[in-house]
């Protein structure tokens, strides 16, 4: 089993920055957490969940949507079970809940970008810019 835990959220100004992380609680006799690729999606009110950014298993790989890219970047720390979300020039179309998401793809590279290839969520924390 795989828990996941957001932070970071809040009221931010338009143009302004937020850093969003996420920790893993992992069983012991589950793989590690550099097993799992890991995403980040948010949820507008009113709109359907769109993938954010995503990084595979060791780091080395990261996707981020044509709407953040640029502006958001998603890193991990494999020693501490966690990533984040650094988002830069925010904006008020960025106000959503933002969930991490884990995945454990076949390919060491992979970075999955359906919320479907996603096994386990977070709970989400609220990010809402203010113009």
């Known amino acids: 089993q795989v828990q996941l835990v957001e932070s970071g959220g809040g009221l931010v100004q338009a143009g302004g920055s937020l850093r969003l992380s996420c920790v893993a609680s992992?069983?012991?006799?589950?793989?590690?957490?550099?097993?799992?690729?890991m995403g980040w999606f948010r949820q507008a009110p009113g709109k359907e969940r769109e993938f954010v950014c995503g990084i595979n298993r060791s780091g080395d790989n990261t996707v981020c949507a044509d709407s953040v890219k640029g502006r958001f970047t998603i890193s991990r720390d494999n020693a501490r079970n966690k990533v984040y979300l650094q988002m830069n020039s925010v904006k008020p179309e960025d106000t959503a809940v933002y969930y991490c998401?884990?995945?454990?793809?076949?390919?060491?590279?992979?970075?999955?970008?359906?919320?479907?290839?996603?096994?386990?969520w977070g709970q989400g924390t609220q990010v809402t810019v203010s113009s």
């Open positions: 992992i069983r012991p006799s589950i793989r590690p957490f550099n097993n799992y690729a």
């Open positions: 998401a884990a995945d454990r793809p076949q390919s060491f590279f992979a970075v999955p970008t359906m919320g479907g290839s996603y096994d386990y």
